[in-house]
């Protein structure tokens, strides 16, 4: 209960914080919310991938889920349709991971959290060219988001099976560079600098990080203004569900609450 109140709290300031493109002074920037934030473009992969969301949702089949997401990892029997409705971004931030895709470029891009494969079939589908890699702890879940590329006929996502705090070191050596990461799982203050900080001695000017649930706790709350406040972050966009990150030398140091 006091959570959900805080995460309202959360909300209402960032609606009274929240700048359109006009209060933004940064040539770059403006530029930036014109073409991402602004473009309501109706792209066709958006009704392919709804059309997977709306048959997850309609699913009757249940898996067994391992739980990472909580800290601890149980076993427990979960409908995928509860999963396609709860864990899957909506499709209005999917659209933007989509179209920060698209925009920045990136070749290589890994995302943490696979879930059903959503949020990753978007980022795929706007760079089908690029390699995605996505790391999921539960097999079962896993397999769903495997079913889900092939439907969509994505060839360019690979799954890594298992926990984060395995699998992502060697994904992250096993890259040519790290033009992107997608922080979408284990959302505790603790993991989510764990993960920022391992994934730091990879970026380059153009690496693009964007976090999820910034807001949803403290501990988010406090993973995410530290991030902003580190040394090596040149700049950040906040949409309130969703953190941006750029490190960009040519940026001062600047942190825009932009209306999403
Ligand atoms: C919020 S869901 C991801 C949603 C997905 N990105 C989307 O929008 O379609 C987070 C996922 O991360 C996985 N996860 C959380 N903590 C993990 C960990 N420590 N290791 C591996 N997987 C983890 C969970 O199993 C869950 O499927």
């Keep these: 209960m006091l959570k959900h109140l805080s995460f309202v709290l959360a909300y209402i300031k ?3 914080n929240c700048i359109n493109k006009y209060g933004i002074h940064s040539p770059y920037f403006f ?3 014109q073409i991402i934030l602004y473009d309501c473009n109706p792209y066709p992969v958006y009704e392919t991938i709804k059309k997977t969301r709306r048959n997850l949702i309609h699913s009757k089949q249940t898996i067994n889920v391992t739980d990472f997401g909580t800290g601890t990892s149980h076993t427990k029997t979960k409908k995928v349709s509860s999963i396609a409705k709860r864990a899957a971004k909506p499709h209005k931030y999917g659209a933007l991971l989509f179209k920060m895709a698209a925009f920045h470029k ?3 891009m890994i995302e943490l959290g696979t879930s059903l494969g959503l949020s990753a079939a978007y980022q795929a589908l706007a760079r089908p060219k690029a390699s995605v890699t996505t790391l ?3 097999p079962q879940t896993a397999l769903i988001a495997s079913q ?3 439907q969509l006929q994505i060839k360019n996502i690979k799954i890594i099976t298992g926990n984060f705090d395995q699998t992502f070191e060697q994904v992250l050596t096993q890259q040519p560079k790290v033009d992107w ?3 979408d799982g284990n959302h505790t203050y603790e993991a989510t600098m764990r993960y920022f900080k391992q994934a730091l001695p990879y970026v380059h000017a153009k690496t693009v990080f964007v976090f999820d649930d910034i807001n949803w706790s403290t501990g988010m709350k ?3 203004l530290e991030i902003k406040n580190h040394s090596s972050v040149k700049a950040t966009v906040d949409v309130f ?3 941006i990150v750029f490190f960009e030398d040519a940026f001062s140091k600047q942190h825009f609450v932009l209306k999403y």
Excluded: D
């Design 31 to 33: 530029n930036w919310a």
């Design 222 to 224: 406090q993973a995410w």
């Design 241 to 243: 569900a969703l953190g």
């Design 181 to 183: 990461i997608f922080f």
């Design 136 to 138: 999921e702890g539960c």
């Design 106 to 108: 990136p070749q290589c």
């Design 14 to 16: 960032y609606r009274f």
């Design 148 to 150: 889900t590329f092939e």
